[in-house]
């Protein structure tokens, strides 16, 4: 059974550009949520997506966006990004309501210059 | 809000070895979940067990066993036998039950293992 896959592994981006990042669930799991993590905030949640809506949002500026696909492959977005964006962006899916626990993946390494 | 804390920032021990990791949380919600995940240098965040708050047995998974304590808010983890691939950041992790979808995972800062040879 294939894991959760995040892409691309490892980003470099400039002040001010935008990013995608991509994410695919273990095949069945409906909700993918998003995690940014920091050496200075540590673990904090970005939002989750089940069946295409956003069920849940953290506290995070209206630059971060995510959607959930039909397939429930999901992307997040970054515009405008700041150096404080820079970050290790984790993606974890579960069958419904997380109880079971997450399945995260390896994350992408977003580092702007 | 819930708040997790973690107070050992870094702990080592040596091959075979007994250890504990503390975790504490405070929350005024009754049903709830608690977790344990590792996250070795590959970045994967992996999960070690889970705790339901409405079931006072402890939980096990091979050599890894909880103590949790209710009404002290404590959840800690001990790892017995202790192995050169236990070494990894440790991450103590609290969710809620919303009526209707995912409740947000809550962590700790982590506590960082080191498995001595």
């Known amino acids: 059974k294939a894991g959760v896959t995040q892409t691309p592994r490892y980003l470099i981006k400039t002040r001010g550009q935008q990013v995608t990042l991509s994410c695919s669930p273990i095949s069945g799991h409906r909700s993918v949520s998003w995690y940014q993590q920091t050496p200075g905030q540590g673990l904090q949640f970005l939002f989750e997506?089940?069946?295409?809506?956003?069920?849940n949002k953290g506290n995070f500026p209206g630059r971060f966006s995510g959607r959930q696909f039909s397939n429930s492959r999901s992307e997040m977005n970054v515009s405008t990004l700041e150096l404080g964006d820079s970050a290790l962006y984790l993606c974890?899916?579960?069958?419904?309501?997380?109880?079971?626990?997450?399945?995260f993946g390896s994350g992408t390494r977003l580092t702007v210059v | 809000a819930q708040t997790v804390t973690q107070s050992q920032p870094e702990m080592s021990v040596q091959e075979a070895e007994t250890v504990t990791l503390s975790c504490t949380y405070d929350?005024?919600?009754?049903?709830?979940?608690l977790f344990w995940y590792k996250q070795p240098p590959s970045r994967q965040m992996i999960l070690v067990i889970r705790?339901?708050?409405?079931?006072?047995q402890n939980a096990t998974e091979n050599r890894f066993s909880v103590n949790f304590q209710k009404a002290a808010k404590s959840f800690s983890l001990k790892i017995s036998d202790s192995q050169l691939g236990d070494t990894a950041m440790y991450f103590c992790a609290f969710m809620k039950l919303l009526n209707f979808g995912n409740e947000k995972l809550t962590f700790g800062t982590g506590t960082r293992l080191t498995i001595i040879p």
């Open positions: 929350t005024s919600e009754n049903n709830y979940y």
């Open positions: 974890a899916s579960s069958a419904d309501r997380g109880t079971d626990g997450y399945t």
């Open positions: 705790q339901e708050a409405y079931k006072q």
């Open positions: 997506y089940f069946s295409e809506t956003q069920r």
